[in-house]
Every structure is written in C-alpha cells, then in structure tokens.
C-alpha cells in the first residue's frame, strides 16, 4: 500500500511538472529590427517608405479572436514564460531617449569629422583625438559623450523593458546595437 501511494505520489508530480513548460527565449529579431531602425532614425538614413520609426506590429489575422484564444489558452494550456509577442517596440520612455541620441549626434558630428569622437567596439563612444579643440570644446566633447553614453544605456534597457527581456540579457541587446552603430557609419567614425 505505502509503495502504492509514493509511486501514485511520484506520477502526480511529474504530471505536474510535465504541464508546466517554460519557454523563455531571446527575441533577437524584434531586438536587430528595433535596432536597425533606431540607428537610421539617429543617423539620418531614409526609413522605407510607410516607415514611422516604430517596429511596425505584424497582423496574422484578427486581434480579437488571437487575444480571446491566448486567454483561453491560458486557463486550460500550459503555463508559459516568454518574452514579449508584441512587435512594436515603442514608447514614450524610448522615443525620449532615441530624441535624446539623435539631438546629441548632431552636435557630435563636427566631432566625427575632426576625429575627436569614435564608436568603440562595444557601440558606445570615447573621445579619441583632442588635439586642435579648445578647452571649452574639449569640455563640450566630454559632455556630450558622456550624455550619449548614459541615453545609450538607459535605451537599452527600456527596450529590454519594453520586450520583457530580463536585466542579465541587456548585454545582448547593447551587443545588437553596437552593431548597427557600428555598420551604418562611416569608417573614420570608427575606433
């Protein structure tokens, strides 16, 4: 009887265990996509045509009847944790911020073309060659570098926000990013 039980007690658990699946991935295309188009809105670079700067949502059939199976689904289907379905990767916090890039990437390209300011490695910028630049553009440079910088951060972090990506995977999305700030600009911007 006590053998019984324990196995009836071990067939419950998995039983409980198999009914929970958990799916939790990075969404690296929504993430490139978001990227991509930041970087050209920054940049200047002509969005295709119907482009409005925001990750345009995909429409595989009617909202409501997708949203009323999801809940369905939700009650009687396996629990699952994943990222974010959404494709618009937009809002008030990341459209500041992006704002907030571009303004300083006009102001730094008089520094771009002087050679003063590059894009590392990692997308971030550093102050590279100061020589011919006064103390007050010196200075210039430093802040707006360092106020770049902080937008950059603080972007990809609403964007992780924004598709449900934990804290520990922002380094992925920093990486996405460096990326295409990397690609999209010109040579001599490059460290």
């Known amino acids: 009887m006590r053998m019984f039980r324990n196995a009836m ?30 970087v050209d809105q920054v940049y200047g670079i002509e969005q295709p045509e119907g482009g409005n700067g925001d990750v345009p949502e995909q429409n595989g059939g009617s909202s409501s009847i997708r949203d009323a199976f999801r809940m369905v689904a939700g009650y009687f289907g396996p629990a699952v944790a994943h990222a974010q379905d959404a494709t618009t990767v937009s809002n008030p916090a990341i459209r500041q911020l992006k704002n907030q890039i571009a303004a300083n990437h006009n102001q730094l390209k008089p520094y771009y073309e002087k050679g003063a300011v590059k894009i590392g490695k990692d997308g971030m910028l550093v102050v590279a060659n100061t020589s011919g630049l006064s103390v007050a553009e010196q200075a210039e440079l430093k802040r707006l570098v360092r106020a770049d910088n902080q937008a950059r951060s603080s972007l990809y972090n609403e964007v992780a926000k924004a598709l449900d990506i934990s804290q520990s995977e922002v380094g992925k999305i920093k990486d996405i990013f460096a990326k295409h700030w990397r690609e999209k600009a010109p040579a001599s911007w490059l460290q």
């Open 9 to 38: 007690l071990f067939t419950t658990l998995f039983a409980v265990a198999a009914c929970v699946t958990v799916n939790i991935y990075f969404p690296t295309q929504q993430v490139d996509k978001t990227a991509e188009q930041i």
